[in-house]
């Protein structure tokens, strides 16, 4: 397999944060309650999981476990038995760095938002993982000049983040400030801007230039799906040419929206909405100011709703294939394009779903 179809990810943060959770949830669908089950990761967990056009995923979750672990807080005894004193933090950092950090397509870095040491030991962690990933992935001379003129960070604090760094500038940098339900909701957005802030702040300061998008998640909320679909976009190298073909659908089926989906994640993987007037006439103004009044938030939402609907049809073996949904003012349908993928086509008014049916089929050839 060429290494340009195999992307490797690490997932990294201190040991509690959430990581092994995160990975329960979006690759092995596992419900949100269930993690509470979860054993400690040692040392570091490897899998390799098959994504949309042959892109193979290479995850790798680096347990955080360190001598002031909180594992005991959390009862973890089994655990205790297995770790000991084995700091597997600062053996990533140190006799395994070049293991672990080497030929890095992205780094995911979970910070746990209720930890005490959150801009004090958690980000002297994070930084020292930059530091270990510039060293073994040092940017080409041309790229780093680029990465200086974009100014490094793109943060953006509330999870639309267009990265400034692209992957040929060095690897991908996300930030999640987990566990956000922990945090009172008038509190999140302050929280995340401040944190954003200070770390970027020491960040900068400790000679990192490339690029950092943050976001807010929790397992309890779709904010874990919005942060998660941004991480596989960016692992797809053909992402703008499957949006044209997903605009020349909308086109020619006079749909609203278009959203499409990995098969087993159900995350985005990419989107378009009518901005301007189909076929059936209606103003410009009117179809571009009904689009600004959605849900921001609504494609995680599917994918949170699915995913438990799914699960839930599993339990009582009865396999999910699609879904349709009719309204006086909507109309959707759910359904399998292609072995890797689920279409949802979002039409405006009471139509027959058997319509959009159609219209998925025909589109099928030119997905595969
Ligand atoms: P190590 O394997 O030791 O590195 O830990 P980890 O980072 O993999 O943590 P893990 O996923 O095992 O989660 C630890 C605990 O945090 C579990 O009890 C989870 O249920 C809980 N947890 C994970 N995500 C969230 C979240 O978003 N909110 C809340 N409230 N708890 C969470």
Redesign the pocket.
């Known amino acids: 397999m060429s290494s340009k179809s195999r992307k490797k990810v690490l997932?990294m943060?201190?040991?509690?944060?959430?990581?092994?959770?995160?990975?329960?949830i979006i690759f092995k669908s596992q419900l949100?309650?269930?993690?509470?089950?979860?054993?400690?990761?040692?040392d570091v967990?490897n899998s390799q999981i098959k994504f949309l056009g042959g892109l193979r995923l290479d995850l790798w979750?680096?347990?955080?476990?360190d001598c002031r672990?909180s594992?005991t807080e959390?009862g973890?005894n089994s655990?205790l038995t297995l770790?000991g004193r084995i700091a597997?933090m600062d053996s990533h950092l140190t006799a395994q760095s070049s293991t672990v950090f080497r030929s890095v397509h992205s780094l995911i870095y979970?910070f746990?938002a209720?930890s005490p040491e959150l801009l004090t030991s958690d980000t002297v962690y994070f930084l020292k993982c930059l530091r270990a990933l510039r060293d073994q992935n040092p940017p080409s001379s041309s790229s780093s000049s680029s990465a200086a003129n974009n100014g490094g960070a793109s943060a953006n604090g509330n999870g639309n983040g267009s990265s400034s760094a692209s992957n040929d500038e060095g690897p991908t940098v996300f930030v999640l400030l987990?566990?956000?339900?922990?945090v009172p909701v008038d509190q999140q957005g302050s929280k995340l801007a401040e944190f954003e802030n200070e770390v970027t702040k020491k960040a900068r300061e400790g000679g990192y230039k490339g690029g950092m998008q943050f976001y807010g998640?929790?397992?309890?909320n779709e904010t874990?799906y919005k942060a998660w679909s941004v991480v596989m976009a960016n692992l797809m190298p053909s992402l703008s040419s499957l949006r044209t073909h997903l605009d020349h659908f909308l086109d020619l089926s006079g749909a609203s929206e278009i959203v499409l989906f990995e098969r087993t994640t159900f995350l985005v993987i990419s989107s378009v909405t009518r901005t301007t007037p189909s076929a059936s006439g209606e103003e410009g103004d009117e179809v571009a100011s009904e689009a600004k009044d959605w849900d921001e938030r609504r494609f995680e939402r599917i994918s949170t709703m699915v995913k438990a609907f799914k699960l839930g049809c599993s339990k009582i073996r009865s396999p999910f294939s699609s879904l349709s949904v009719s309204t006086r003012h909507y109309t959707a349908v759910l359904d399998a394009l292609s072995p890797e993928t689920y279409i949802l086509v979002v039409a405006k008014g009471h139509i027959q779903t058997a319509a959009l049916e159609l219209n998925i089929r025909l589109a099928r050839p030119h997905f595969a």
Do not use: N
């Open positions: 997932l943060g201190k040991s509690g944060s959430g990581k092994t959770s995160m990975r329960a949100a309650a269930d993690t509470r089950r979860l054993g400690a990761t040692i967990e979750d680096c347990g955080g476990q672990s594992h959390r973890r655990r770790c597997f979970i746990d209720e987990h566990k956000m339900d922990l998640t929790s397992i309890w874990l």
